[in-house]
C-alpha cells in the first residue's frame, strides 16, 4: 500500500489518476448520460482519483462525494450573490462590459473548462470541483504533515478537515474559495519540500502555484504565509511584518481601522455566534464547530502560559493578528473603494463564513497537526497525541 503515499500525482506520474480522468471525460463527452447518472459517474471517477492519489482515506471520500449527490442543486449552487458573477462570465459572454481585471474572470474561465470535461453547463454538476479540491487539500496537508514529523496525520486533523461543518455547508455554491485555499496550500507544500532539502525547482512550483491562488483571491498569499507560521520558520520577522501591516492599515484607513482589526478578531471566533441560543437551533453543526475551535484556541494559551512557552505564544498571537489584519484589510478597502455599503454598525463588509474557508484548514492544521515545526522547538498544542491514523 506503501505505493499509494508517494508524491507522483504532483508530477503527473501517478497513470491510475491520469487513466481515470481521461474515462470520465470520453464518457461525459461522447454519450448522452442522464443527469442523475453523470453526478453518479463524477463522483465514483473522482473517489477512484482520489483513491489512487491518497487510499488511507477512501471513507472520507465516499462521505464527501455522497453529500454531494444528496445535496448538490442548482438554487443552492446559484445562491450566492458572487455566483451570478462566476457564471455569467464563464457562459454568458462575460460579466464586464467592458475591459476589467478581476479574479471573476479566471474563476469564469476555470468553470467553463470544468463545464468542457464534464459535457454540461450545471451549476450543480459543476460544482464537484469544490468537493474534489477539498478533498485534495486536505490530502495535501496530510503530507505536509507526514514530511515534517513523519507521521502520520492524526486522526482528529483528518476528520475536522474532512468533515468540517463551516467548510461541508460551502461546498454545493458556485465560489472561488477553495480554489484560492487549494493553491494556497499547495504552494506551502512546494516551499515544505524545498525547505526540507528537496531540489530548488519546489521553490519555483511554489511561486507558481501562489501567483496561481492570487487569480483567484488577490490576496490569498497570506494564506500560505500564515502556514508557514505555523511551523515557526523565520519567526524573528514575525513581530516586525505584524507591526508593519498594522500600522499602513492605520496610514491608509485612520484610526477605524484599529476597531475594525479587534472586531475581525473576534470574528475568528464567533462566526457563527456560539453566544446566540437561537444559532444552535438555526445552525447546530457550524456552531458546535466555532465553539471547539474556540475552546481548542483557549486550551492551547493556557497551556502555553502554563509551560511559560513564551516563544510559541508570541507565534499564535501572531498568526492570530495576521488572520485578523487580513479581514480588516478586506471590509476596509470594500468599503473605502467600492460601493459596497455595511448595515448597521458591523465592521465586517463581507460574508465571512467564506472568508474562514481557507482559515479553517489553517486552524485544523495548526490545532491538530501534530509537531509541525520546522524549527527546532515544538507546536503549540498537540491535542491528537497518541491518536494516530
Not at 95 to 115: N, P
Not at 334 to 340: E, M
Request: proline fraction near 3%; hydrophobic fraction near 50%; include cysteine.
Amino acid at each position: 500500500m506503501e505505493n499509494f503515499y508517494n508524491d507522483k500525482f504532483l508530477f503527473i506520474k501517478n497513470y491510475w489518476a491520469l487513466f481515470f480522468f481521461v474515462l470520465c471525460t470520453i464518457i461525459l463527452n461522447l454519450f448522452s448520460v442522464e443527469p442523475a447518472f453523470k453526478l453518479l459517474i463524477i463522483s465514483l471517477v473522482s473517489i477512484a482519483i482520489l483513491t489512487t492519489i491518497e487510499a488511507r482515506y477512501f471513507i472520507y471520500y465516499v462521505l464527501i462525494f455522497s453529500y454531494f449527490n444528496l445535496f448538490t442543486d442548482y438554487s443552492l449552487a446559484m445562491s450566492p450573490v458572487d455566483s451570478q458573477k462566476f457564471y455569467a462570465e464563464a457562459f454568458y459572454g462575460g460579466y464586464f462590459d467592458r475591459e476589467h481585471i478581476s479574479t471573476v474572470i479566471a474563476v469564469g474561465w476555470t468553470y467553463k473548462l470544468i463545464s468542457s470535461i464534464v459535457n454540461d453547463t450545471s451549476p450543480q454538476v459543476i460544482v464537484f470541483i469544490n468537493f474534489f479540491l477539498h478533498c485534495l487539500s486536505v490530502i495535501l496537508l496530510t503530507r505536509i504533515i507526514r514530511i515534517i514529523n513523519q507521521k502520520r496525520a492524526s486522526l482528529l486533523f483528518v476528520t475536522f478537515s474532512f468533515l468540517s461543518p463551516i467548510l461541508l455547508t460551502q461546498l454545493p455554491y458556485l465560489i472561488k474559495d477553495f480554489f484560492s485555499a487549494f493553491f494556497s496550500i499547495l504552494s506551502f507544500y512546494f516551499y515544505v519540500k524545498y525547505y526540507k532539502g528537496s531540489s530548488k525547482a519546489f521553490l519555483i512550483f511554489s511561486i507558481i502555484a501562489m501567483i496561481a491562488s492570487m487569480t483567484f483571491r488577490v490576496y490569498s498569499p497570506i494564506y500560505t504565509v500564515i502556514l508557514m507560521m505555523c511551523t515557526g520558520i523565520y519567526r524573528k520577522y514575525y513581530f516586525m511584518m505584524i507591526l508593519l501591516l498594522i500600522s499602513g492599515l492605520v496610514v491608509t484607513f485612520g484610526i477605524k481601522a484599529i476597531y475594525y482589526f479587534l472586531f475581525s478578531v473576534l470574528a475568528l471566533f464567533f462566526i457563527p455566534n456560539f453566544l446566540e441560543i437561537n444559532n444552535f437551533v438555526e445552525n447546530p453543526s457550524v456552531t458546535i464547530e466555532s465553539l471547539v475551535i474556540t475552546c481548542c484556541v483557549f486550551l492551547t494559551l493556557c497551556n502555553l502560559l502554563l509551560k511559560k512557552n513564551k516563544v510559541e505564544l508570541k507565534n499564535l498571537i501572531y498568526i492570530i493578528a495576521l488572520i485578523g489584519i487580513t479581514y480588516a484589510f478586506t471590509s476596509l478597502y470594500r468599503i473605502t473603494f467600492t460601493s459596497y455599503e455595511v448595515d448597521g454598525a458591523s465592521y465586517l463588509a463581507d460574508n465571512f463564513f467564506r472568508k474562514k474557508l481557507p482559515i479553517m484548514y489553517i486552524l485544523f492544521f495548526l490545532l491538530f497537526g501534530g509537531n509541525i515545526s520546522l524549527t527546532t522547538t515544538n507546536s503549540p498544542l498537540r491535542l491528537n497525541k497518541g491518536m494516530e491514523r
